[in-house]
């Protein structure tokens, strides 16, 4: 373990990293706003040109904001998975939270054909998709907490978590069998994941989802560092083992679920993210780990955006592709080590 001050370094030498591939994120893009511009505009003052001030208040700003909180919340809920199920490849979509999410989209993209004129418009706007995949997300919460009352095993719920991803999987594919290519089309390109279409009230929104799942995260610290030691040690420490429990699948399904309702589903930060920040902090605990993986995570999540967003390019790439392209490696590197890990 390090010691106090060395952490302080790290946490303040994250801080300023935020900061700044914040303001690159930003800075960044088809039109490059000079770093300058961009803090002349946040403290409220005029800048050169109107329409760069356009730009980022109503585009990049927003965008830069989404990409903090979803690479945090991705990050933590990554970490409580890994941490609850003592399994290094876990993620934040073990429990087919992702999957309910898709499956509720899926039903209004490609099940939206059975309807007609106003309903079919109304289906397919962007606030009743993000209801969609959060009533998706819902329902596959609902099934593991009645499967998690009955089962007392934690290994078992994770297997039925990705049964029941499976089951929503499965049923999307029949879906898109039978839709038209313009639906296909539409469920595939929300699919890939964006960070640029929420607005400033969506946010908002999204920001008061993520506090709720940290604050429930803070809550439950102490039992995720009893679990590492595994069940009946965190028993025999006092720790209520199913409250717990539900509390840490109920902090990963708000901060998971929400994400992906407003963003669609973006694979592998909150997987390597976790065994970025163990190795960086070189700790097991929680109270070191949960603020250290909000930071890097977000960091990681800017980083990724401003890959994708080409600069100096009118195109972009999909989230999902670069986040892909960064995790992965990270994936096999911690299979070809995974004899050293300590869970």
């Not at 409580?80 to 992702?98: C, E």
């Not at 429930?216 to 610290?221: G, Q, Y």
């Not at 199913?242 to 509390?247: A, F, G, Q, V």
């Not at 589903?265 to 603020?291: C, D």
Request: aromatic share 10%.
């Amino acid at each position: 373990m390090k010691p106090i001050k060395t952490y302080r370094l790290y946490f303040a030498i994250l801080a300023i990293l935020l900061v700044v591939f914040f303001l690159i994120n930003i800075s960044l893009g088809s039109v490059r706003i000079p770093i300058k511009q961009i803090v002349t505009t946040l403290i409220g003052s005029d800048i050169e040109k109107q329409s760069w001030q356009y730009i980022i208040l109503n585009y990049r700003l927003p965008k830069a904001f989404t990409a903090v909180l979803v690479g945090s919340g991705l990050s933590v809920s990554g970490l409580l998975m890994q941490t609850l199920f003592r399994n290094p490849l876990a993620g934040p979509f073990v429990l087919g939270i992702s999957s309910g999410a898709s499956l509720g989209v899926a039903l209004l993209i490609m099940g939206s054909s059975v309807f007609a004129g106003i309903f079919s418009a109304f289906f397919l706007s962007s606030y009743t998709i993000a209801i969609g995949a959060t009533a998706g997300s819902f329902l596959v919460l609902l099934a593991i907490f009645i499967v998690a009352n009955k089962v007392k095993d934690t290994m078992a719920l994770l297997i039925i978590g990705l049964m029941f991803g499976s089951i929503t999987t499965a049923v999307v594919s029949v879906l898109s069998y039978f839709t038209s290519k313009e639906k296909l089309q539409q469920y595939i390109f929300w699919s890939f994941g964006s960070l640029g279409n929420l607005s400033w009230s969506q946010l908002a929104f999204l920001a008061i989802l993520f506090s709720i799942g940290i604050l429930i995260t803070i809550t439950v610290l102490k039992p995720l560092n009893a679990l590492l030691l595994g069940e009946n040690y965190a028993q025999s420490m006092g720790i209520q083992l199913k409250k717990s429990r539900y509390l840490i699948i109920i902090a990963t399904s708000i901060l998971a679920g929400s994400i992906t309702a407003f963003t669609g589903p973006i694979a592998f930060i909150g997987l390597a993210v976790p065994h970025l920040t163990r190795q960086l902090f070189n700790t097991q605990n929680h109270h070191i780990l949960l603020p250290a993986t909000v930071l890097f995570g977000a960091i990681l999540m800017l980083v990724c955006d401003t890959i994708a967003q080409l600069p100096t390019s009118e195109y972009s790439l999909p989230i999902n592709a670069i986040t892909s392209i960064v995790g992965a490696p990270v994936v096999i590197w911690l299979l070809v080590r995974k004899q050293k890990m300590i869970f």
